[in-house]
């Protein structure tokens, strides 16, 4: 089933790793029986599109590669086997673009961690052009009338900081200390933090991130570049340490310095991937202080539909700017100086 659609469309290609990013016309793909194709209205940028442009991990992209997968839009066409979605539908296309349903891990709510799992932007084709496939089944619903460019960031940021929350185990009450948190995924994590019940944290720099970070809920906010001794302030204004900490920082430092204020018998949630980086973390407290640490990779259907509540009730909100789909390679720039506050929302028809 089909409706209007062009054979040509615009998008951000990149060839080689690394190489030009380019804005051109590339064809309209055509669902196959288990997908949809979504014309995307809004695409967030995810810190996740410049690593797969610069080739950061050590899992190889497709190429030539579109990058994104926080697009946000409208089904336009979809396979004579899906059920789940009808034309004129909102849809997000996700990261996770489809998985085997199989698997150990799929069987048990764990569809990120299926080896055989389908990432947009990455091993398929994303949501930095005006048309995108994503198999249905994990593709997320979007409800009618949903303001398209903000819900954009929930699609990964959000889903992403809710699962991580939820991963932490952490108490209405309890503190919880967000690493980067004037960024893109921190300041959704304070929202949905606050919305549990939890008190916040934020660690970051500057004061345009201060006054972001407080304005969305954060009750304290320590800015690590002007901060003598992080472990020791942190732990005096949680009195104790946070019982939990999630990490969407881009850098190193910030992923060791949280396993020494954290909270005897708290836990570290690893959320943020800085190229090349490990968790470093002193055994002797470890043991002593009976830490957790743990990753939290994305969400699944069900972390996706509660994620995705939350912000139509009106609970979270991502700060965004929104510029065309052509500025793209700009946006990569003020990323990789850390200059972003909140999100980059994309224009596709821009």
């Excluded at 899992?59 to 059920?83: F, I, N, R, S, Y």
């Excluded at 005006?130 to 949903?146: D, L, M, N, S, V």
């Excluded at 968790?279 to 259907?301: L, M």
């Amino acid at each position: 089933m089909v409706s209007s659609v062009p054979t040509t469309q615009y998008a951000q290609v990149f060839d080689k790793t690394g190489g030009p990013i380019q804005y051109r016309q590339i064809p309209v793909q055509t669902p196959a029986p288990d997908e949809i194709l979504v014309n995307v209205k809004y695409s967030g940028v995810c810190h996740t599109d410049l690593h797969a442009w610069k080739g950061d991990w050590p899992l190889d992209t497709k190429l030539p590669l579109v990058g994104g997968h926080e697009g946000a839009g409208v089904v336009v066409a979809k396979g004579d086997q899906v059920t789940n979605f009808e034309i004129g539908d909102y849809a997000g296309v996700k990261w996770l673009n489809g998985s085997c349903l199989s698997c150990e891990f799929c069987i048990n709510g764990y569809e990120p961690n299926c080896q055989h799992a389908l990432l947009s932007g990455y091993t398929v084709d994303g949501s930095f052009q005006q048309y995108a496939i994503a198999k249905a089944i994990h593709a997320a619903p979007i409800p009618k009338g949903t303001d398209l460019a903000k819900i954009a960031p929930i699609l990964c940021a959000g889903i992403t900081v809710y699962k991580a929350l939820k991963e932490s185990n952490a108490k209405p009450g309890q503190w919880v200390a967000i690493t980067g948190a004037g960024g893109g995924l921190g300041t959704l994590a304070i929202q949905y933090a606050k919305a549990m019940g939890l008190r916040v944290l934020g660690i970051d720099t500057g004061d345009v991130k201060s006054k972001l970070t407080q304005s969305l809920g954060a009750e304290i906010f320590i800015d690590f570049a002007t901060t003598p001794d992080i472990v020791s302030e942190v732990v005096k204004v949680t009195n104790g340490g946070p019982h939990a900490v999630i990490n969407v920082a881009v850098a190193e430092k910030p992923f060791e310095l949280s396993c020494k204020y954290v909270r005897p018998r708290g836990t570290v949630v690893v959320v943020g991937l800085p190229a090349h980086a490990y968790v470093k973390s002193e055994v002797f407290s470890t043991v002593v202080k009976s830490i957790t640490i743990k990753g939290s990779y994305v969400g699944n259907r069900a972390d996706t539909d509660e994620a995705i509540d939350f912000f139509s009730r009106g609970l979270v909100e991502s700060p965004i700017k929104i510029v065309g789909l052509s500025e793209l390679p700009q946006v990569f720039e003020l990323m990789q100086k850390g200059e972003i506050a909140g999100r980059y929302v994309l224009d596709t028809s821009k």
